[in-house]
DNA sequence: ATGCCCTATGATATAGGA
């Protein structure tokens, strides 16, 4: 079985990228965030023509976030139990359901746009309660697999960014989100990391600004997080960095991971 | 070649992205 996620900025504006793509690399399951469109307006019609079931959750003009499956969609649990509010809202920021017997979530994860913001306490909190989430789903899984898939908006390690001089009063690399990550590691998850490029870091974003993906200015940010059922099953995983090139694409890469019987 | 920001919105500017 094929597992991606793919940030994917606008699930409108990238119809025909996103067809072809799927056409492309035949994904079982797609975890898509940043569809920036309301529920009701994602394409499910075109999506289902190419052979997917979606489970949608989307509110306009930021966040959203879907499931797309072609090996069935079950038991679709939209936003984290006890998820945080921004500004007073709930965002559409996570999704999850179960897909061939391997149970997924959708993530996008709050930015956090500078460390002195609310919005970085506001990306502690929620995956603090990420954290939470999966302690207990991670309990009563047993032996089905469990992943928990998206654009984490935190790169791991130093190394998963092109320069980290540049990142001294930035987000995505400071311990306290970090810790986040060792914390949802902490719960019995392992990060299923893709395998690097023959000359670099298998980044997954890239900025539209400054020839970012030409100069390979890239970050690692969007992650796997697995329980050993789901880890075990792995046999490869890549980043689909063709995905990114050329007219029109998403800032963002998709992370493919396939899954052995 | 991988190429000089992009998206959605009460739009002719603005917020957010990372």
């Given at each position: 079985m094929r597992i991606a996620t793919w940030n994917i900025n606008s699930v409108t504006s990238r119809l025909e990228h996103l067809l072809a793509w799927l056409e492309r690399v035949e994904p079982d399951v797609v975890c898509l965030q940043e569809?920036?469109?309301a529920t009701d307006a994602v394409p499910i019609e075109s999506i289902?023509?190419?052979g997917y079931e979606t489970a949608a959750h989307g509110n306009g003009r930021w966040n959203g976030v879907a499931i797309l499956s072609r090996v069935g969609l079950a038991d679709v649990v939209r936003d984290l139990p006890a998820q945080p509010e921004f500004e007073g809202v709930i965002e559409?920021?996570?999704i999850g359901a179960t897909c061939g017997g391997?149970?997924?979530w959708s993530l996008y994860v709050p930015n956090g746009r500078e460390p002195s913001h609310p919005h970085f306490q506001y990306k502690l909190e929620w995956l603090a309660r990420l954290r939470d989430t999966a302690a207990s789903e991670v309990a009563v899984a047993g032996d089905v697999p469990l992943a928990y898939l998206g654009d984490y908006n935190i790169a791991p390690t130093d190394a998963d960014v092109w320069d980290i001089s540049e990142f001294s009063e930035s987000t995505h690399v400071t311990p306290?989100?970090?810790a986040t990550l060792t914390a949802l590691a902490q719960v019995g998850?392992?990060?299923v990391?893709?395998?690097?490029l023959k000359y670099d870091i298998a980044y997954t974003f890239w900025d539209y600004r400054q020839l970012a993906f030409p100069k390979n200015r890239g970050m690692r940010i969007d992650l796997a997080y697995a329980t050993k059922p789901f880890a075990t099953r792995v046999t490869d995983a890549w980043v689909d960095r063709d995905a990114r090139k050329g007219k029109g694409t998403s800032d963002h890469a998709p992370?493919?991971?396939e899954l052995g019987p």
């Open positions: 569809l920036k469109c289902a023509a190419a559409p920021r996570a391997v149970r997924v306290e989100e970090r998850l392992v990060e990391v893709p395998r690097p992370v493919v991971i």
